[in-house]
Nanobody
Framework: VQLQASGGGLVQAGNSLRLSCAAS????????LGWFRQAPGKEREFVTG????????YYADSVKGRFTISRDNAKNTVYLQMNSLKPEDTAVYFC?????????????????WGQGTQVTVSS
């Protein structure tokens, strides 16, 4: 079972990036999926999550209005569209899967983690 994140890179402030996280080894259609990030010297923090049905989405205040999460259960993939990027968005981004949205948002009972993808935003 694996979560494979991709799409990170180096961009200038104000630009956009789209991250993808493809799951393999099992179906994740019943899981809440989301993204966390960890900046140098800081703890890992919740960024955004989406319920198994995609009916509910959740965002950290710092990214509301700029980031959009979506999922395609047929492709076993979750996406993160990041617009209007800021230097403070620089971090390693991890995708994650949890049994429900609350556990995902709290960062508890995370059953699966992706390997992380680096996002660097220059000023």
């Amino acid at each position: 079972v694996q979560l494979q994140a991709s799409g990170g890179g180096l961009v200038q402030a104000g630009n956009s990036l789209r991250l993808s996280c493809a799951a393999s080894g099992r179906t994740f259609s019943s899981y809440a999926l989301g993204w966390f990030r960890q900046a140098p010297g800081k703890e890992r923090e919740f960024v955004t999550g989406i319920s198994w049905s995609a009916g509910n989405t959740y965002y950290a205040d710092s990214v509301k209005g700029r980031f959009t999460i979506s999922r395609d259960n047929a492709k076993n993939t979750v996406y993160l569209q990041m617009n209007s990027l800021k230097p403070e968005d620089t971090a390693v981004y991890f995708c994650a899967a949890a049994p429900n949205s609350l556990q995902l948002r709290l960062g508890v009972q995370i059953h699966y983690w992706g390997q992380g993808t680096q996002v660097t935003v220059s000023s």
